[in-house]
C-alpha cells in the first residue's frame, strides 16, 4: 500500500576520488531529497565524503550511506563471490566511514542504499540480501534500507523488521517479474525523456510500469533513482521534479516517506 501523493528523489553522489572528478553533485543536490554517498570502496574518498556530506546538509537532502563492493577499477559493478558475513562486514564499515562525517557535520545518516553489482545481487538472492539487513541492523536499527521495489532485500527487510523503503528507476526498462533489464541488453536504459518521465509518473501515481515485454507490472514506488553525471541528466532531473509536481506529488525525504507505512 503507498501514497501516491508523495515520493522521494533520490541520486547517487559522492562518486569523485582524488584527481577524478565523477558526476554534477553540485547541480543534482539542488533537486533531489535523498543523497547516496559512495563510502569508499567503490568510488569516493573521505575528502569527498566530507564535502558531500556538508554539501547534503547545505541543501537539507537527507544523507544516505551507499556502501559498494571493494571494487574502485570497476565502479562496484563486477559481481564479486564474497561471502555472506564478508558482505555484512563490508557494508557496516561502509555505513561506519558515512556516519562519521555525518556526525560531524551535524547531521545523520537517515538510509542505506547498496551500489551496483552488490545491489543487484541482494535483489535475488536471500543471503546476500539478509546480510545487508543484518549489517544494517547492527549498527542502527533506525536507518531505512533503500531497495529495489519488490526485491529479496525488501522482503528480508520486512521478515526483521528494519524499515524499507522500494526503489524504482525513471530511465531503466523492466522485465515482467519486475527486475531491471540488465545494462548489457539492448534498450535496458530508457535516454529518451518523453518516454522516461510519463513511465516515472505514472509509477508513483498509478503504481504501474510497461516491462519491456509490454506487459503491465504492478510496482510500488517510494523513491525514484535519479542521475546527475552529465548536463542532460541535469535537466532531465529538473524535468521530472516538475512533472511529479504538476501532477499533484510532493516531493519528500525518505524519512517523510516511510510514515506511510
Known amino acids: ?31 533531489i531529497s535523498s543523497a547516496n554517498i559512495a563510502c569508499g570502496l567503490h568510488a569516493g574518498d573521505p575528502v569527498v565524503m566530507e564535502k558531500t556530506i556538508n554539501l547534503a546538509a547545505e541543501y537539507g537532502v537527507g544523507v544516505g550511506a551507499h556502501p559498494g563492493y571493494p571494487d574502485l577499477q570497476g565502479f562496484g559493478r563486477r559481481n564479486m563471490a564474497l561471502s555472506p558475513a564478508e558482505v555484512k562486514a563490508y557494508v557496516m564499515y561502509q555505513i561506519g566511514a558515512i556516519m562519521s562525517f555525518a556526525r560531524a557535520a551535524g547531521v545523520r545518516v537517515v538510509h542505506v542504499k547498496p551500489h551496483g553489482a552488490l545491489y ?68 535496458a536504459v530508457i535516454h529518451d525523456p518523453g518516454t522516461a518521465i510519463p513511465r516515472a509518473v505514472r509509477m508513483v ?5 510497461t516491462a519491456i515485454n509490454g506487459e503491465e507490472v504492478s510496482i510500488e514506488a517510494d523513491s525514484i533513482c535519479v542521475h546527475g553525471d552529465n548536463p542532460q541528466a541535469i535537466e532531465f532531473v529538473r524535468k521530472l521534479r516538475k512533472a511529479l509536481e504538476a501532477a499533484g506529488v510532493s516531493i519528500k525525504p525518505l524519512v517523510d516517506v516511510i510514515q506511510k507505512f
Open 120 to 187: 543487484n545481487i541482494a535483489a535475488k538472492d536471500p543471503s546476500i540480501a539478509l546480510a545487508i539487513v543484518e549489517a544494517i541492523k547492527a549498527v542502527d536499527e533506525e536507518l531505512i534500507l533503500l531497495a529495489l521495489a519488490g526485491s529479496e532485500m525488501v522482503k528480508a527487510a520486512r521478515a526483521a523488521g528494519l524499515k524499507v523503503a522500494q526503489e524504482v528507476f525513471a530511465d531503466r526498462a523492466y522485465n515482467a517479474d519486475g527486475t531491471l533489464v540488465a545494462r548489457s541488453k539492448p534498450g
Open 1 to 31: 500500500m503507498y501514497n501516491a501523493k508523495i515520493v522521494d528523489l533520490n541520486a547517487d553522489v559522492g562518486e569523485s576520488f582524488g584527481a577524478y572528478k565523477i558526476g554534477m553533485d553540485e547541480e543534482v543536490i539542488k533537486y
Open 205 to 209: 501515481t498509478e503504481g504501474k510500469v
